[in-house]
């Protein structure tokens, strides 16, 4: 089974319009981080937001929010005020603290339009 | 200065030639490890190390070897470079469990490799 899911390959977002980009996790280690990337046509990898199993509230992180969802296994990442520059590919990632390994869904294309 | 350099940044090889891409870190972090990100893909895990002497297979390990030098060096070599291995290459350090867990365990990344085998 898939350990982290991105169902949406890519998505378009109106300029300075809210956009949420999905993730569902699975898992059986209690202790788990989820964690959020940004990936511009540069290539890099740029963390922006991180959401611990044990954490009651959600996340924030400027522009970003991660609304997690325990019971559905879920942390969707919300960016409010889309900017040109929030164009790129983002990935999802979870760190199971017991068994000690990352893994990454295979990533959304956002795109911003003007 | 960067927290996780590669060196190099761009490489383009022939079939069958040997290749070694390189990976320092001023994080101070035990752990390191090696992906591969193949166009409009996610990133699959090479190999990891937890520390200098324990070093670990990941899901696409087959072609590859690594080598962790020191604390602050992780290389990653691939023996007979064939063309299915071109694919941009990113190093990552994390810290050890701190037991309270948070954003600084994260993976910070390095600025990736971009290898193309012909």
């Known amino acids: 089974a898939q350990k982290i899911t991105q169902t949406q390959p890519g998505m378009f977002v109106q300029e300075k319009e809210a956009v949420t980009l999905d993730c569902t996790y699975d898992?059986?280690?209690?202790?788990?981080?989820l964690f959020w990337y940004k990936q511009p046509s540069s290539g890099e990898m740029i963390f922006l937001i991180y959401?611990?199993?044990?954490?009651?509230q959600n996340a924030t992180e400027g522009r970003y929010s991660l609304n997690f969802q325990k019971a559905r296994k879920s942390a969707n990442l919300v960016i409010s005020a889309s900017q040109l520059g929030d164009s790129a590919m983002y990935f999802c990632?979870?760190?199971?603290?017991?068994?000690?390994?990352?893994?990454f869904g295979s990533g959304t294309k956002l795109n911003v339009k003007p | 200065d960067a927290d996780v350099t590669q060196t190099p940044r761009n490489r383009i090889t022939k079939t069958g030639k040997r290749i070694m891409l390189e990976c320092s870190q001023t994080?101070?972090?035990?752990?390191m490890y090696w992906y591969r990100q193949d166009p409009g893909l996610g990133l699959r895990l090479i190999y990891y190390?937890?520390?200098?002497?324990?070093?670990n297979k990941g899901e696409i390990s087959d072609g590859y070897s690594v080598s962790r030098q020191a604390q602050a060096k992780f290389s990653l070599s691939l023996e007979s470079a064939i063309p299915n291995q071109t694919a941009l290459y990113f190093c990552?350090?994390?810290?050890?469990?701190?037991?309270?867990?948070?954003?600084?365990?994260?993976?910070?990344f390095g600025p990736g490799t971009r290898l193309t085998v012909l």
């Open positions: 959401q611990g199993s044990y954490d009651q």
């Open positions: 190390s937890f520390d200098v002497k324990d070093i």
């Open positions: 898992t059986s280690d209690p202790s788990y981080g």
């Open positions: 990632a979870m760190r199971e603290w017991n068994f000690n390994k990352f893994y």
């Open positions: 994080k101070g972090h035990d752990r």
């Open positions: 990552a350090t994390a810290s050890r469990d701190s037991g309270t867990s948070g954003s600084s365990d994260t993976q910070y």
